[in-house]
């Protein structure tokens, strides 16, 4: 059997007709396949390769800290000069108020902790997020994602959550004493791109401190200048109690982090002891790529040029069978008539050398996420092929 045929056999698939391309070597902005076919990467793993693929600095500090050592003990008990360093460099780079990092494998695994966090520290049960949003895919994330299609087959989920809607002032009454933590996007992602007026953001910060609430904003695919500041919730002139972070902390490896005060974090320290815990969470490996990633996307100023590069898509992406795009700096939703038309179109650009994809709560609409290096040239190359599918319907 060939790789595509023992892929389809032995690795656990997650739907009836996956990609399957066989992609062999991935550097910048593009993927190479068995064949040697060159694609052009818009999604970069899911907003995980913000900084291209495979660049040389997280390359070599991999090398660096594989030679050093590997996994030692259990989170937390070791002092690793890899995590220290990450968790100094992100908090340097975070209002005064997060200045704790508690490293995951995953964003869902940050978003567990989180939710434990608020549980544990307010003494609360109530969990309030919202319509549309999307946290991960383990059992309390998924208890709090907003979308009844996905929840419903793993019923019972986690109880006392309510999932109010978005962007809505009428829903600031629900949020009482009993709340132990808000949970937004600050960007909605997998709903399409859907970001919130800036006054009720921050009212809703307004209202979780006026009563005791914890905020906690999830900013695992708009973080890391995704949208064209370091962390989205800049824009809103708001910080979190805690936030959320992962796909692309860890440079192209697995890394997550939920982020609060040394106060708040420090619940988790007693009552029990080890009040959270994992093996794996901040691997000294992922956590030396990501530092290298993160200091990459700081140094070489790659947020810099981000508004002219929306700018250059919102120009290229007019067709009559565009509905509507929405963007928020290189993180945009190509809205067209349905999800076949969505399907016919990323096939059109996986067969011209373009790779891109849909979203969960949002199949009418093509996803955009680029490596923040592509270039005016690949942006223009990317949408003339969209174009050409477009035209195809």
């Known amino acids: 059997m060939n790789n595509r045929q023992l892929f389809l056999q032995h690795v656990a698939q997650t739907s009836d007709a996956p990609m399957a391309l066989e992609i062999v070597k991935a550097q910048g902005m593009y993927m190479w396949d068995a064949g040697g076919k060159q694609y052009l990467d818009l999604i970069a793993g899911i907003s995980v390769c913000n900084i291209g693929h495979c660049h040389p600095a ?16 259990v989170y937390g008990e070791f002092v690793q000069s890899p995590q220290v360093a990450y968790a100094k460099y992100l908090t340097d780079h975070l209002p005064a108020g997060l200045n704790s990092v508690y490293f995951t494998n995953s964003g869902s695994e940050a978003t567990e902790g989180a939710m434990k966090l608020a549980k ?33 087959a793993y019923r019972p989920l986690l109880p006392d959550v309510q999932h109010l809607q978005h962007n809505s002032m009428d829903m600031l009454g629900q949020i009482t004493e009993r ?24 009212a809703l910060r307004k209202r979780c401190t006026e009563t005791g609430t914890l905020l906690v904003l999830d900013e695992i695919q ?8 370091l962390w989205a919730f800049e824009q809103y002139d708001v910080v979190p109690d805690i936030l959320l972070t992962g ?12 982020i609060a005060s040394r106060e708040v974090m420090w619940s988790l320290t007693n009552q029990p002891v080890l009040g959270h815990i994992t093996t794996f969470g901040g691997h000294p490996v992922a956590c030396a790529a990501g530092l290298a990633g993160m200091k990459a996307l700081m140094e070489e100023n790659m947020t810099a040029d981000i508004p002219a590069k929306e700018k250059l898509f919102l ?30 179109v990323i096939a059109h650009c996986i067969a011209n050398g373009v790779i891109t994809d849909w979203f969960l709560f949002a199949a009418n609409c093509i996803r955009i996420v680029p490596p923040l290096i592509i270039n005016e040239e690949e942006i223009r190359k990317a949408c003339a092929v969209i174009l050409a599918g477009l035209n195809t319907l």
């Not at 709340?179 to 921050?202: F, H, M, N, R, S």
């Not at 708009?222 to 500041?229: D, E, K, M, V, Y």
Request: charged fraction near 20%.
């Open 58 to 73: 997280v390359v070599k500090a991999i090398k660096e800290q594989a030679e050093t050592y590997m996994h030692l003990l």
């Open 120 to 152: 544990r520290h307010t003494g609360r049960t109530e969990i309030i997020a919202f319509k549309n949003s999307y946290h991960g895919s383990t059992q309390g994330s998924l208890s709090i994602i907003g979308d009844e299609y996905w929840r419903n």
């Open 179 to 202: 709340t132990a933590c808000v949970i937004a996007e600050t960007i909605q992602a997998e709903a399409g791109v859907l970001a919130p007026e800036k006054t009720w953001l921050q």
């Open 222 to 229: 708009c973080g890391l200048g995704r949208n064209g500041t």
């Open 247 to 258: 796909k692309a902390l860890g440079g192209g490896m697995p890394l997550g982090a939920f």
């Open 315 to 344: 120009e290229l992406l007019k067709h009559p069978k565009i509905k509507a795009v929405r963007s928020r700096g290189l993180m945009l939703a190509v809205e067209l008539e349905d999800f076949p038309a969505v399907q016919k």
